[in-house]
């Protein structure tokens, strides 16, 4: 069966001032009284139509309220068991409730108590449908009539929305309107006074909703909330952008902004801005003299100027009203200081209204806990500021310093990469030039581990995974290390005993776990010194790598601290051998990522060291050619060049003309050019299989310049640069580069990468 409803408008109240909405509150609370709900539940409904009411004044700019009785005439029930409600819709033309599914389930975490007020709302009705659009909103409550309680019939209904239409008179200008709205609240308020059962029914309303209670609780939720807020922003700005927004929405302000004041000038720093009228404050200066507030200024205390035409205690915001002034008239205003716990003054809130008395007790009560919340947020988020800034300059040193070394070794690296790879150098220099090279590897290896230190800090290490004959990597170290071994005639005994010999592992890694080591035993033995190089299995899955030798030692004491970073034992350890005391720390984070164990043994200074490197063996390979020997750019050496043509950048006389003699020499044809502009010209009038591009040119950078050779060439490109921190590698990934490699780079290296992209 259908349901009919009979409805008979009662009232309705326009929503434009704050007044309106005490209007609609007694509405509300005169029409359930006058239908017959019992006290409690009028105030139940006024306290619904008032928080909605208050919601529409301040987040929609106003609205209406309907105030409707709706009777259930379907059935046979007589009229006095009819089911009647009181219903009262509220619209507006506002933006709309942003998150309303969040706010209905109680998870939206609001500032202004706008989700509050809506489930308040629905707490206390029956019923209460939201709809809502960018167009506007409609809020529907209804409270339905207990069934003991007699229903008005449809004469008394109309009679009873005679009685309590107010007659209005339409005001004939705006200041009309404002002294009629004045008039009004000033009868409100002399009814109030005069009415001492309209006090004795409010104290009874406040007793009964433990309204007191209901308002702490709100102030401690909102402290609650506003902290959180601060507690998850960590750079300055965006802490005063979060308190000094949350703040003008708990405090009602037109505007509002924060001043930081500098410990060093004493001037005052404008951080943040908000408000409603908030655009007047950008005719501000940034930067404000300490003259400008008056000296002593936010060190008194908090300051409520109720009225600045009535206070003359206005003074040390006079010339702040005057800087807005004419286009915001400065009527109340609320300054709070921000002050540390031992009382150093950090800045001010300063909120403002174009009305007076705006700024209540409950707003000092809440801002001045807030502050004391923002004050240690502050210091948070400068005590980040400066360690985000030291990291910084910290990461900017390193790229910079590690380009610098890197790049005039480049060529010379390239050079003697060439000769030592030319089969027709006199065999009389050979030796010469392999030692030229091995120690240029050495001076690039020292910045690699600056460089391996400083991503072993980001967690930004990435490690291939292969297997590793670890039998051919240690041979491969001993031949690398051969020479220096020779020079300082020391006795070299290597037991390769191990039956098993190959892990799962990056080859580059490992062959610099055993490097570092090796060289330290190398260079903290005396002359003619004994070293041992021994492998053994342990429970049948584990390798051992014993390093022996008879050197320095190491102090029983610091044998906690020596895979720390820049540790030697003594700063005279440092001095009289050298190195960046990165070594160990990296050896044990290369160690440990490969699923191992580092560990050293010594008796004390002068009585020699032990180390041990245990790492996990996997099953052996089908063929020991199967396994990498760790040395990544034989392949280059061995299989022939695949040729094309290939178009050099690069600012770096030296570089370019080096790469270039030993390209040619592999059967490449190669156009070089040293800045942007040559090299997008030669881009437009030419092809190329493969493009290589130094990152920093002379009149731009390697990442724009390959975006612009986009528009005429796809040819794949490989990024050549000094710098090879693992944020530069994500940029040329992100700019289109397929490959990066870092200077001084292996000429080898350098033509496996071609290898592979031609053959692409």
Known sequence: MSTEVEIILLATVEIRTEPDIVVCRQQARHLAAALGFDSQTQVRIATSVSEIARNTFQYAGGGTAVFRAETDTSGKLRHHLRQQSLVIEIQDQGPGIRDLSLVLDGSYKSTTGLGLGILGARRLMDQADIETSPAGSTLTLRKNLAPNITRKTPQELRALAIALKPAVAQPASVIAEVQQQNQELLGVMEEINHRQEDLVRMNKELEETNAGVLALYDELDTLHRVGLLLASKMDLPAVMHALIVATTELTNAQISTCYLRSSETTEWERYADAGARGEVLQSLPKMQKEEFFGEGFGTVGMINILDFTQESGAGSMSQFAAALAPHFVLRSCLTVPLKTA???????????????????????????????????????????????????????????????????????????????????????????????????QLETRLIDDLLDFHRI?????????????????????????????????????????????????????????????????????????????????????????????????????????????????????????????????????????????????????????????????????????????????????????????????????????????????RGYEVLTSSNCAEALQQAQQGTYDVIISDLGLPDGSGLDLLKNIRQYSDAPAIALSGYGMESDMTQTRAAGFATHLTKPVDFPVLIEALRGLLKG
């Open 342 to 440: 031992d009382d150093l003054l950090l800045g001010v809130l300063i909120f403002g209204s174009e009305q007076p008395h705006i700024f209540t007790e409950r707003s000092e009560r809440i801002v001045s806990s807030i502050s004391s919340q923002a004050t240690i947020a502050i210091d948070n988020a400068r005590l980040f500021d400066s360690v985000k800034a030291a990291s910084e300059a910290k990461d900017k040193f390193l790229a910079m310093i590690s380009h610098e070394l890197r790049t005039p070794l480049n060529p010379v690296l390239s050079i003697i990469s060439g000769l030592h790879e030319n089969p027709d150098f006199p065999e009389a220099f050979r030796e010469d030039i392999t030692v030229v090279l091995r120690n240029i």
């Open 457 to 665: 800090i980001k967690g930004n290490l990435n490690f291939a995974a292969e297997p590793v004959d670890m039998h051919a990597m240690i041979r491969n170290v001993l031949d690398i290390c051969r020479a220096d071994v020779e020079q300082r005639g020391h006795h070299l005994h290597v037991d390769l005993a191990a039956e098993k010999c190959t892990v799962a592992g990056d080859p580059a890694r490992l062959q610099q776990v055993l490097w570092n080591i090796l060289k330290n035993a190398i260079k903290f033995t005396a002359p003619r010194g004994n070293i041992s190089v021994i492998t053994s299995v342990e429970a049948d899955d584990t390798l051992l790598i014993s390093m022996m030798d008879n050197g320095r030692g190491i102090d029983v004491g610091m044998l906690g601290s020596i895979f720390s970073a820049f540790e030697q034992g003594s700063v005279q350890g440092m001095t009289q051998f050298g190195g960046l005391g990165l070594g160990l720390a990296i050896v044990k984070t290369f160690v440990q990522k490969h699923g191992g164990t580092v560990e050293a043994e010594s008796r004390g200074r002068d009585l020699g060291a032990t180390f041990f490197i245990r790492l996990p063996l996997m099953a052996e390979p089908s063929s020991r050619a199967d396994a990498s020997s760790g040395l990544s750019s034989v392949s280059a050496l061995v299989h022939p060049p695949i040729t094309g043509r290939i178009l050099l950048i690069d600012d770096h006389a030296d570089t370019l003309w080096s790469l270039k003699r030993l390209l040619v020499r």
